[in-house]
C-alpha cells in the first residue's frame, strides 16, 4: 500500500451531551468478493456480450491503490510517488486508476477515479530514499465509484479490480424527502461560518489556502443532490494538506485538529440519510472547535 498520511482511528466526540463516533454508521464494511482471472477459453461471444453489459451498467476494469488517505471527488493529493505507483498511470492499457482507502486492515468498497495534474516531475536518484523512477506527481479525485471484484491473483500496485461508476444523486437514485433537503439547503450557511472561523483563526497552513481548496473542489453542489452537497463538504473541512492546528497552549489539551477526519464514513455510508448525518455531526464539531481556537488565542 502506499503511505501517505497516518491512519486516523475513529473520532469520538462530545455533542449536546452525547458521545458520538463518526464511524459507527458504517463500521461494519462489506468484504470485496475475490475473483479469479478470466478464463482464455471462454467464447469471444459470451465474453462481447458480458463487456456491452457492463458498460450499460458502468462497470469497468480497473488497477486499485490502497491509501491511508480517503479521496473525495474533486480533492487533490500531492505526493513524492515510488516507480510502481509511477508507471501505473503511464502505463497505456486502458484501465483507469481507483484510489481507496482503508478503516485498519479492511478495505473500503468505495473510493473514487483518480488522474494526474501534469506530467510526472521526476525526483533525482537517492541510492535508498529515491531509486530511479520516482516522482513528484499531483492525483485528482474525480468520479465516485464502488468496487466490485478485486482479482486475487494479482497484489499490490498490480492490483487489478471491476467496479463501478456511481451516481448518488442520479435519475436512477430514490428522490430526496423534503426534510433532507430541508437539511441539505441549511449546510450552505452553515459552511460559510466555518469558512469565516478558518480565516479568523489564521488555520491556513499558507496564505490563500482556503482560496485554492474552494477553486479545486468547485462550487457547492445544490441541495437537490445532497449525496454530492455531503462529499463536497467533507472534502472542504479535511483538505489535502490538512488545515493547520492551533498554536494556543489551552487549545492544545482540548486536542489540535480542526475538524474530525469525515472522508471515510460519507464514502462509506450505506444510506443519504447516514451520509447527512455524518456530515453535520462533524461540521457542528469542527466548528465547535474552531470556536474553542478563537476564543482561546483572543484570551492568550
Not at 459507527?24 to 456480450?49: C, G, N, T, Y
Not at 485498519?104 to 533525482?124: A, F, K
Not at 462529499?231 to 498554536?247: D, E, K, R, T
Not at 455531526?281 to 472547535?289: G, H, M, N, P, T
Amino acid at each position: 500500500d502506499c503511505s501517505c498520511a497516518p491512519l486516523f482511528p475513529c473520532e469520538q466526540m462530545w455533542l449536546g451531551g452525547t458521545l458520538l463516533t463518526i464511524s459507527q454508521s458504517f463500521r461494519v464494511i462489506k468484504p470485496v468478493v475475490m475473483m479469479a482471472s478470466s478464463s482464455s477459453s471462454e467464447p469471444d461471444m459470451a465474453l462481447l456480450r458480458s463487456r456491452i453489459e457492463d458498460v450499460r451498467a458502468g462497470v469497468f476494469d480497473c488497477r486499485v491503490v490502497v491509501l491511508r488517505e480517503c479521496l473525495v471527488p474533486g480533492q487533490r493529493l500531492e505526493m513524492t510517488a515510488p516507480p510502481g505507483l509511477v508507471n501505473l498511470f503511464e502505463a497505456r492499457d486502458g484501465r483507469p486508476v481507483v484510489v481507496i482507502g482503508r478503516q485498519g486492515q479492511q478495505l473500503h468498497t468505495h473510493g473514487v477515479q483518480v488522474e494526474l495534474q501534469g506530467p510526472p516531475i521526476m525526483r533525482p536518484v537517492i541510492p535508498g530514499i529515491h531509486p530511479a523512477g520516482t516522482a513528484d506527481i499531483v492525483m485528482v479525485a474525480r468520479e465516485l465509484c464502488e468496487l466490485l471484484e478485486v482479482d486475487s491473483t494479482t497484489i499490490g500496485l498490480e492490483r487489478r479490480a471491476r467496479a463501478r461508476s456511481l451516481e448518488l444523486d442520479g435519475v436512477d437514485a430514490d428522490p430526496p424527502s423534503k426534510a433532507l433537503l430541508v437539511r441539505s439547503a441549511a449546510l450552505e450557511p452553515i459552511v460559510a461560518k466555518w469558512l469565516s472561523l478558518v480565516r479568523r483563526s489564521g488555520r491556513e497552513r499558507v496564505a490563500g489556502q482556503l482560496d485554492a481548496l474552494l477553486s479545486g473542489l468547485g462550487s457547492m453542489p445544490a441541495a437537490e443532490k445532497p449525496n454530492a452537497r455531503a462529499l463536497w463538504v467533507a472534502g472542504l473541512i479535511n483538505p489535502l494538506p490538512a488545515l493547520g492546528v492551533s498554536s494556543s497552549r489551552k487549545f492544545a489539551q482540548m486536542g489540535a485538529s480542526v475538524a474530525p477526519e469525515i472522508r471515510g464514513a460519507v464514502l462509506m455510508a450505506p444510506s443519504t440519510e447516514v451520509r447527512m448525518r455524518n456530515i453535520e455531526v462533524s461540521l457542528a464539531e469542527s466548528i465547535r472547535r474552531l470556536e474553542l481556537i478563537v476564543s482561546s488565542e483572543t484570551d492568550s
